[in-house]
């Protein structure tokens, strides 16, 4: 049988895998909506595909936190303060990279993949409960 700590590693990857490959499809699938937006009408001005880019950023910044604590409780894992809080930060900060346009697929994989490796050592930490 595993150990709970190699138990609760995998499923923080695994979690963490499932939130960023998910958030980045909404991001990319917005993103694209907005280019094609603003390409069906290129004389709206300042405002065309607004909605549709504020829609994929509000997605890149929000479904992350969300999706790796309702994983984590889905998988019956909880005190998973570390991994939602540095797993966003961290996040945000493949945004400046990923999200620019500055990285390949391949590259953007690669992200992926090390933020899932990070989102399952993140994982391992968790508060210890005082001892009555």
Partial sequence: MLSSRLCRWIKGIVVSAAAAHATYWVWESASE????????????????????????????????????????????????????????????????????????????ELFLVAFALLGGFLSLFHPSSPEG
Avoid: C, H, K
């Fill in 33 to 108: 909506w907005e280019s094609e937006a603003q390409q069906a009408n290129p004389d709206g001005g300042i405002g065309a595909g607004f909605i549709e880019g504020a829609l994929a950023s509000f997605a890149w910044l929000t479904l992350v936190p969300v999706l790796l604590w309702a994983g984590m409780r889905l998988l019956r894992e909880r005190d998973n303060y570390l991994l939602v809080t540095m797993g966003s930060a961290t996040w945000i900060f493949l945004g400046t990279q990923v999200a620019e346009g500055g990285a390949s697929r391949v590259e953007t």
